[in-house]
């Protein structure tokens, strides 16, 4: 599904350096979405935005900032990125209360 | 806050079996329960989802069931296949502008021959 897309793909970086992941969809969707999974704990809701100026926490917003460029452009950054960051970051796209389309992953290793 | 609870982490069944997992909900409010799928390092994606205002919904080989007076939700995938093995996710959510999804934890389903 190429209507969601992130990069990078895969990412190793150094702790405490700053590192942005970017978020793209084609689907014309307000509502976007970033969530980490960690193995057995699902997935996690950092950030979310309903629209352009509509910036809410989720409920591990800790450690992390979201910028919404656009409509179509939801970025998540890691100011200064520490190991327990290490995950799979998904963004996703919603119309309303409904199904989410998630993008293909990121993979954060911080070492 | 809202918090969804999934059981089993992990199941395995034979080929043919049914398979059923079980989510419970605090959130009285919510009122939009969607399963995902998600396949060995791809992406979830939905594959069922029910409204409170209905009990059951069914497609094809799954199903969900509401409980909604005792917060509870179930998968259920009959006759299962090798390429039913994948990790499920239940979630919940609510209406209104506030709205968004929390998930569980997901189950690990592995559909042995």
């Known amino acids: 599904d190429a209507d969601v897309t992130q990069t990078p793909r895969n990412r190793i970086t150094k702790t405490g350096k700053r590192i942005m992941l970017e978020c793209s969809q084609t689907?014309?969707?307000?509502?976007m979405y970033w969530y980490r999974q960690d193995p057995g704990l699902g997935l996690r809701l950092i950030y979310y935005?309903?629209?352009?100026?509509?910036?809410n926490k989720g409920e591990i917003s800790d450690g992390y900032s979201v910028s919404r460029q656009a409509q179509a452009k939801f970025s998540l950054s890691l100011e200064s990125a520490i190991p327990n960051q290490t995950a799979l970051y998904f963004c996703?796209?919603?119309?309303?209360?409904?199904?989410?389309?998630f993008g293909p992953g990121t993979r954060l290793t911080v070492t | 806050g809202e918090n969804v609870e999934q059981h089993p982490s992990t199941l395995s069944v034979q080929e043919g079996d049914s398979a059923v997992i079980k989510c419970t909900y605090s959130?009285?409010?919510?009122?939009?329960f969607p399963w995902y799928k998600q396949e060995l390092g791809k992406r979830p994606q939905l594959i069922i989802d029910?409204?409170?205002?209905?009990g059951e919904k069914k497609d094809q080989r799954i199903a969900v069931t509401l409980n909604k007076t005792a917060k509870h939700f179930s998968l259920h995938i009959t006759e299962t296949q090798p390429e039913d093995s994948a990790v499920y996710f239940c979630?919940?959510?609510?209406?209104?502008?506030?709205?968004?999804?929390?998930f569980g934890t997901g189950t690990r389903l592995q559909v042995t021959l």
């Open positions: 996703a796209t919603s119309k309303e209360i409904g199904e989410q389309y």
């Open positions: 689907k014309g969707h307000d509502r």
């Open positions: 935005s309903f629209d352009v100026k509509d910036i």
């Open positions: 959130d009285s409010a919510s009122n939009y």
């Open positions: 029910i409204r409170s205002n209905v």
């Open positions: 979630a919940e959510g609510g209406t209104g502008t506030a709205s968004k999804l929390t």
